[in-house]
């Protein structure tokens, strides 16, 4: 019988799946999503069974990047705002080597799976926004403003409710320079705010109230509002607020937009104006927000090593997360609607494109400086456009590229680099590892960074 007893114990061990718990009290599952600094896991409380999403970071990572700043202000933002339709941050604790974000998990997926399926119906939509300007509303309310609004950034819970998630671009009044006004470029470039790119500094909170007004536009068109045949074009009718309205959307909807993508933020609805206006209004309840409670939270988190005895939680199993959504690759598809087929690429492509805060005129000669740097030779320049040859035979001769530049207002530019020449593997290289750093001084925002560069 023992014998028996210890078979089926062996047995048992054999094929039960491996647990992870982490500090005793929560177990995590399979993975969720990747960004760029952090993983995030699917987690059980061991005490409530509830479902929780558990976001991963090592440490080293964000000191390589200097990111630690910019977690350190999100959880901040997170114990400042807790709001239904808001994720929850409830507990961060921290290792040697990782920090661990557990919050509420939303598992209705992204708002933008919706609107990439087309256009909705107006009740919808206007569910959707009312919520989205109650949470906007209540961080602007508490002195945070979001600086990322987008559909990838906002969740559906298992009853359709809108959730606003990712602070990790957001600012709290004390980053706001004596004017109120704050300095740092940030955003994804589709629903970044015209005003933003500018050096003169932007009030953040007109700057979200811009990019709702291009969520609700997606929401009831199906795409965006700024189009065009190429990248130039689309960012000038940006700039001057230049769109038009497909016929399906209301006279109503219609005036609210009009109201909210305006280029000149002083004359933009402010959320007061949102919530008189009639469109809006039809069966909106504003929820009750309730403040965040202190106790789960450390005062600092500690984003050394010295402190904390390491307690290593093996991740095993997973999915692959979903695919990057590029801003970019979207607003090149944007004559065909949400067209996803450029979306799902990994990207390991070379940095094929960034935004600069400086003129035309200055990008090229910067970009001809480092041509010289790198031993490239400069073999035409003509209408913005500046073509670069390496001196030496590669794989496939001679490496050529070619940098094309855009100038959409004065002083905000558009730079698109392409291969013209060579091979591509030894291309990507190039780009990653020489002409980007070479670049760092004035570029605003590459393609795939959703990061704040601070200036």
């Known amino acids: 019988m023992e014998e028996k007893l210890q078979q089926a114990l062996q047995q048992n061990a054999i094929t039960s799946p491996k647990r992870n718990i982490l500090f005793n ?3 995590m599952g399979r993975q969720l999503g990747q960004g760029n600094f952090a993983k995030v896991y699917y987690g059980r409380n061991l005490v409530t069974n509830e479902s929780v999403a558990i976001k991963v970071i090592k440490k080293d990572n964000l000191k390589k990047e200097r990111l630690v700043n910019q977690i350190k202000r999100e959880v901040s933002v997170m114990r400042l705002v807790r709001h239904p339709h808001i994720v929850e941050l409830k507990e961060v604790m921290a290792t040697k080597g990782k920090i661990f974000l557990v919050m509420e998990y939303v598992k209705g997926g992204e708002l933008f799976s919706k609107v990439a399926k087309g256009k909705m119906k107006e009740d919808v939509a206007r569910k959707y926004f009312q919520q989205l300007i109650s949470a906007v509303d209540f961080c602007h309310s508490r002195g945070v403003t979001h600086r990322d609004l987008k559909p990838e950034n906002l969740l559906l819970d298992e009853n359709e409710d809108l959730k606003v998630s990712d602070f990790g671009l957001s600012a709290l009044p004390e980053q706001r320079r004596s004017d109120g006004m704050l300095v740092t470029p940030c955003g994804t470039p589709a629903y970044v705010a015209p005003e933003v790119l500018k050096k003169k500094g932007y009030d953040g909170s007109k700057a979200d109230i811009w990019s709702c007004g291009v969520i609700l536009y997606a929401l009831l068109s199906g795409y965006l509002p700024f189009q065009g045949d190429n990248i130039m ?5 940006a700039f001057k607020a230049e769109y038009e309205f497909p016929a399906w959307i209301s006279p109503e909807a219609r005036n609210l937009i009009s109201n909210l993508l305006v280029a000149d933020p002083e004359k933009r609805y402010s959320i007061p104006d949102i919530m008189k206006d009639p469109w809006f209004q039809i069966g909106f309840l504003r929820p009750i927000a309730f403040s965040m409670k202190e106790s789960a939270f450390e005062d600092n988190i500690d984003l050394n090593d010295e402190e904390h005895k390491e307690e290593e939680v093996e991740i095993i199993g997973g999915r692959p997360s979903r695919p990057f959504y590029n801003a970019f690759e ?26 600069s805060k400086f003129s035309a005129a200055t990008v090229l000669e910067k970009l001809e400086t480092v041509a010289k740097k790198l031993n490239l030779r400069v073999t035409g320049k003509k209408d913005y456009k500046v073509r670069m040859q390496g001196a030496t035979e590669g794989r496939k001769g001679k490496l050529a590229m070619t940098a094309e530049v855009f100038e959409v207002a004065p002083e905000v530019a558009v730079v698109e680099f392409s291969k013209s020449g060579g091979d591509t593997l030894e291309y990507i290289k190039l780009c990653e590892d020489e002409v980007r750093p070479a670049l760092k001084d004035i570029v605003w925002s590459w393609q795939g960074d959703d990061d704040c560069r601070p200036q």
């Open 233 to 237: 074009k689309i960012y000038r009718k």
């Open 25 to 27: 009290k929560y177990e």
């Open 330 to 355: 979207i607003i090149s598809s944007l004559s065909h609607g949400f067209d996803l087929r450029n979306l799902f690429e990994t990207r390991k492509r070379s940095p094929s494109m960034f935004i």
